[in-house]
């Protein structure tokens, strides 16, 4: 069992950034796949961006190109940059892993991961 833990969360004002990160215990997967997800109060968990380990990636309409995920491989360490936050951001931030490969592209599903950290808190006020 894969460890996780993020970290980076916080609270900013809108239009702020922040970059959560996501450890990892060592791992031996040769295809993997790794995500954030958050899930707001009253909401349903929800995928935000995802990579793979040849560096695809996947984002939700709602933040593309405000986020940016990125991975160090040397260690194995998986970030998230989220920049021009808005409030609708707000939410627990989770990270996921799952030793596989999509070839249609890391999913965004959760259901699909079965790693999974015990996530960092963002706050976006206005």
């Known amino acids: 069992q894969v460890h996780l833990v993020e970290s980076g969360g916080g609270s900013v004002q809108s239009g702020g950034s922040l970059r959560l990160s996501c450890a990892a215990s060592e791992y031996t997967y040769n295809n993997y796949c790794m995500g954030w997800f958050r899930q707001a109060p009253g909401k349903e968990r929800e995928g935000v961006a995802a990579?793979?380990?040849?560096?695809?990636?996947n984002y939700a309409d709602s933040v593309k190109g405000r986020f940016t995920i990125s991975q160090d491989n040397a260690k194995n360490t998986l970030y998230l940059q989220m920049n021009s936050l808005k409030p609708e951001d707000t939410a627990m931030y989770y990270c996921?892993?799952?030793?596989?490969?999509?070839?249609?592209?890391?999913?965004?599903?959760?259901?699909?991961?079965?790693?999974w950290g015990q996530g960092t808190q963002v706050t976006v006020s206005s």
């Open positions: 990579i793979d380990n040849d560096g695809n990636t």
């Open positions: 996921a892993l799952e030793g596989a490969y999509y070839h249609g592209g890391p999913p965004l599903e959760d259901y699909e991961y079965t790693s």
